[in-house]
């Protein structure tokens, strides 16, 4: 397993499964997956772990992980089209992780959660405005099933600066127990558990190279420091004043970089986590862990504008977020490459420089990753699976079954 996961190893097991391949083509490194997947549960230290569909969208591949382990229970979407549609396919124990609006959708939930009323996708809300568009979609039969999310940003400089996701309003117990009541008042709804996503602890490295990040280094470990004994005490305040209120079947919390610290707060049942099976380049950043590379792709050398330089078809996948360089992909292997300057990774090509750029040819291909994990599926209609010397499967991500979720 290790020499199958140093570069140089991979680089010429790449080279011999895909020699007779044409490029661009999107593939999952099975070995590594499973290495990222027996470290996530290693730290996440018997709470379950819900799946991230945003960061994986390929239902074939999360059936795979859900069957790999007991400890991999159920999934955290990111629409409710999403959510009807995996329901459709057999998959259970669904919670969408953002607000619906579309009244249509809503309405198809609802009927969904009348037919199978324990069953059917639960839903975040946040305030009463979402619980009124519940309420114009229900018919009278079974209410649908919703989870409060609660703020878990870190208030700093005398409560002035906010560091964390933008999300939710309900940020205290007071707060949240107002709206439980709301909802248990109401008879298009029912409370059935309760989301935290602490993104700034989850999602935030705290090892970025070069001396020139040093000082923020530190100030991003010393933040997240405090944010995870903020946040366990808080989360365990306001689970407990909404249980006094109100049954809950859940509390799901953390993510992908804070698996080691909320798995030890008593009142989390479960803890989502997606991005950590690709292993994207956003989580080379982090002291507490290191994943192995595992959702990568390949692109073919078309050009040799010079004598070092090896320009690429395609590849301008950017992440989402703040636009800036470290949203474009990354070049991975050969090693010795580095994205141009002046052009980036673009649409239609992106010029390589470096030392390996100059012994790279017109028809050699080059293995990039991307910068966030299920981003990348929306530029593929299909991952191939690899595990040692062999391809074993071809999966459709979401886009190769037809869908464009969001």
């Known amino acids: 397993m290790a020499s199958a996961l140093d570069p140089a190893a991979r680089l010429a097991r790449y080279e011999e499964l895909f020699s007779d391949r044409g490029s661009p083509f999107a593939f999952i490194d099975l070995d590594a997956m499973w290495s990222n997947s027996r470290q996530m549960l290693d730290r996440a230290d018997g709470v379950p772990i819900r ?36 329901a459709e396919q057999g998959f259970e124990d669904l919670l969408l992780a ?41 018919s009278g039969g079974a209410p649908v099933r919703v989870a409060i999310d609660v703020d878990c ?7 002035r600066v906010k560091l964390g996701p933008k999300r939710s309003p ?11 009541r709301e909802i248990d008042r109401r008879a298009g709804s029912t409370l059935v558990g309760m989301m935290f996503y ?23 470990r010393e933040i997240q420091k405090r944010s995870v004994a903020e946040l366990a005490e808080r989360r365990a305040q306001i ?11 859940f509390v799901n919390g953390g993510g992908t970089g804070s698996l080691h610290t909320t798995s030890k707060e008593e009142a989390v049942t479960d803890i989502a986590a997606g991005s950590g099976f690709y292993a994207p380049t956003l989580f080379d ?19 040799k504008p010079s004598a070092s330089t090896a320009t690429a078809l395609g590849g301008g996948y950017l992440a989402s977020g703040v636009g800036a360089k470290d949203r474009m992909p990354s070049p991975y292997l050969p090693e010795g490459l580095k994205l141009d300057g ?65």
């Open 51 to 86: 799946i991230a569909s945003k960061s994986l969208r390929c239902a074939p591949l999360v059936r795979r992980i859900l069957e790999s382990d007991g400890r991999y229970r159920g999934q955290l979407t990111f629409t409710l089209a999403e959510s009807l549609w995996l």
């Open 98 to 138: 953002y607000p619906c609006v579309d009244l249509e959708v809503l309405a198809a939930l609802s009927a969904r959660t009348a037919e199978h009323p324990g069953t059917a996708p639960a839903i975040v809300v946040d305030s009463v405005a979402h619980l009124d568009l519940i309420d114009k979609v229900h």
């Open 153 to 159: 940003a870190y208030w700093t400089a005398g409560d």
């Open 170 to 180: 309900i940020h205290t117990p007071d707060e949240a127990v107002a709206l439980a």
């Open 198 to 220: 602490e993104g700034q602890i989850a999602g935030l490295g705290d090892n970025a190279p070069g001396l020139i990040n040093q000082a923020k280094n530190r100030a991003i």
């Open 239 to 249: 689970v407990d004043a909404v249980r006094k209120v109100s049954s809950i079947e």
């Open 285 to 303: 950043t982090y002291t507490s862990f290191r994943l192995e590379p595992a959702a990568i792709f390949g692109l073919p050398i078309v050009r």
């Open 342 to 406: 002046n052009e980036g990774a673009g649409e239609v090509q992106t010029p390589l420089l470096g030392k390996a750029a100059g012994s790279l040819e017109v028809g050699d291909r080059v293995y990039m990753r991307h910068t966030k994990a299920g981003e990348l599926c929306e530029r593929f209609n299909s991952l191939l699976l690899v595990e040692g010397y062999e391809i074993i499967d071809e999966v459709a991500t979401y886009r190769g079954e037809g869908h464009a979720f969001l």
